[in-house]
C-alpha cells in the first residue's frame, strides 16, 4: 500500500476520497444506485477460465454459480484439490475467502481449507434450512440422488439428523403463483452445542465454547449472532487447531437485514479475530450475502486505506463491484443488496468518525430506510 509521508496530508486525501463519494452519493439516490447496479449486472464477463469447476460438478452445490480458476482456492498437498471457494484481496494483509456452503461431501474440505490458509474465523451468512422460494431450488427430497457423506456425526445429548444431499439451482419458467418452502442451505457442518462434535475423516471438530452476540450495543438493537469456538483435531498429525465460527442466521437469502448494524458488527469481530489471517465466508452459494460482505469490506478498505492510485481516482462503489466479481463472479445479487452495502459503509465511516452526519448523509438514510420498507411491503404481499 502506498503511504503518504505526511500524516496530515494522507488524512487530506482519505476525507476528499469519503466528501466526493458521499456528494455523488446524494446525487444519485436510491433510485439511481439500483439503476447503476441494473446497468452493470451483466456487463463483467471475467476473463478466465473455468475449467475446474465443469471438471467437478459433483462439489458445487448449483449448477449456474460458476467458480474462476484464476482465483480459486486449491486445497494442498494433492491432485483432488477442489472446492468451490475464492480468493478476494480487500487490501495487503487482508484477504477474503468466498465460499458456498458446505456440502455433506465438501465438509471435510472445508475444514481443511480452513486450516490450510491459517483461517482463525469462519462468517456463515445463511441458516442451515431457510425458507425459500421453490422455483429457486428444489428441496432435498426432490434433489439429485444422495451423494457419499464425507462427515460422520457423532452423538452425544443431542440427536441431529444425518442426511446430507446437494441442492442444486436449474433455470426454470417462473409460475404465476410463488410458492416458499424450507430448503437445505447449508449441511450441518458445524456442532451446535458445547460438548458435541462432528468427525470428518481425519478431522474431529468440537464445540469448545458458545456465546450469544447480540442484544443491546449503546443505543442499538442488534440481531442474534451466536459465536462459537471450534476446536479442530487431525488425528494423523495430532495437531489441534482453534477456529472462532460466527453464525448469522437471520439475513434473508436474495434479501438484506432489516438493520446494518449487525453486519457491520460480525465484520468487526471478523476481522478482529482473524489476526491478519484470511477471513472464510460462506452463505449458500457464496455470491449474494457474501458478496455483500465482500463490498461492504472493500470499499471501506479502498475509501480509509487507499493507495496511490485510489487517492488520484474518485471512488465509485461500482468499481468495487466489478473488482469483486472479477474474483468471484456473479457476486451482489440484487439490486437491495448493492443499496444496502451502501448503507453499511455509510454508517462504518460515520461510526469511526470519517463522516459527519450532515444533511446529505441523514436524508440517503431515510432515503435508504423506505425503500427497505416498500420492500419489506413486497415481500408481505407474496408470502
Known sequence: ?????????????????IEDWVESLSKMGVRGIREEFVK????????????AFTDNEARNRYDDVILLDKTRVKLQNSDDDYLHASFVQMSPGYTLICAQAPMSNTSGYFYRMAIEQQCNVIVMLCDFKERSQKTREPVDQQSQKQRKDSGTKTKTNKTRSTTGTTTRSKDREEPEEVKYQMVQKSYDYVPLEEGDFLVFGALTVRNKKTKSVGGMKGSRELEKVVQRELEITDVRTKKVYTIIHLHYASWPDHRVPTSPFTCLEVCNIARVQAREKPVLVHCSAGIGRTGTVALIELAVQKMTKPDRAQMIAPFRMVDAL???????????????????????????????????KNTRVQKFIMDHENFQKRKAAEMAKKC
Open 40 to 51: 452493470e449486472k451483466r456487463s463483467v464477463i471475467p476473463q478466465s477460465s473455468y475449467e
Open 322 to 356: 466489478n473488482e469483486i466479481r472479477m474474483a468471484r463472479w456473479h457476486s451482489v445479487q440484487t439490486d437491495q443488496q448493492y443499496v444496502f452495502a451502501h448503507r453499511c459503509v455509510i454508517e462504518h465511516l460515520v461510526d469511526i468518525g470519517a463522516l459527519a
Open 1 to 17: 500500500m502506498f503511504l503518504v509521508d505526511d500524516k496530515e496530508v494522507f488524512e487530506e486525501c482519505v476525507t476528499k476520497i
